[in-house]
């Protein structure tokens, strides 16, 4: 068997065996957890590694409009998918009406926490947290809101063009 990398950024490899005629290749996702075995022709593999170039380009010009975090951070956050092509008004107008699916009400206060890990700022206190993220528009502040038994109760996104005191409450299942 012969291997060879095809793309590391997808990383993507064929293993070849020249005893028969057959290519496999497979992929591995980063977290290294899920293995794909498929069989993929010459083509299929072109095209992922297309797709994955321009992935790239699309997020080294997404750099540029959103410097410090991208939209897709705070998506993976709250376990929403938010398309890549957002203005920043839609963006917040997204993240305030969505709902949340990693989040759940009376989740342990260190698992919760644990999903704001890329946020620019991380304060805690005694019965919330706030976690920051750095746009050009401005903060925008998640607070988590928990119980005396440090259970999630509440969420609430602060930003200045949110009229609201308060901020927007996301609700949580």
């Not at 293993?15 to 075995?37: E, H, M, P």
């Not at 956050?77 to 009406?97: D, H, V």
């Not at 009229?163 to 927007?168: L, R």
């Amino acid at each position: 068997m012969f291997v060879f990398i095809v793309g590391h950024p997808l990383r993507l490899y064929r293993i070849t065996n020249y005893n028969s005629s057959t290519r496999y290749s497979f992929i591995i996702l980063k977290d290294y957890a899920k293995i794909r075995l498929s069989r993929l022709s010459l083509e299929e593999a072109l095209m992922l590694k297309l797709k994955a170039a321009y992935n790239g380009v699309i997020d080294f010009f997404l750099r540029f409009r959103f410097p410090c975090t991208l939209p897709s951070e705070i998506g993976e956050s709250l376990g929403i998918q938010l398309p890549r092509y957002l203005t920043f008004n839609e963006f917040i107008k997204s993240i305030c009406q969505c709902n949340p699916t990693k989040l759940y009400k009376f989740m342990p206060r260190e698992k919760a926490e644990s999903y704001f890990s890329t946020a620019q700022r991380k304060e805690q206190f005694l019965g919330n947290s706030l976690f920051s993220y750095y746009f050009n528009e401005g903060w925008i502040e998640f607070v988590l809101h928990f119980d005396d038994l440090s259970r999630l109760r509440r969420i609430y996104i602060h930003h200045k063009s949110i009229e609201q005191d308060e901020g927007v409450e996301l609700p949580l299942f």
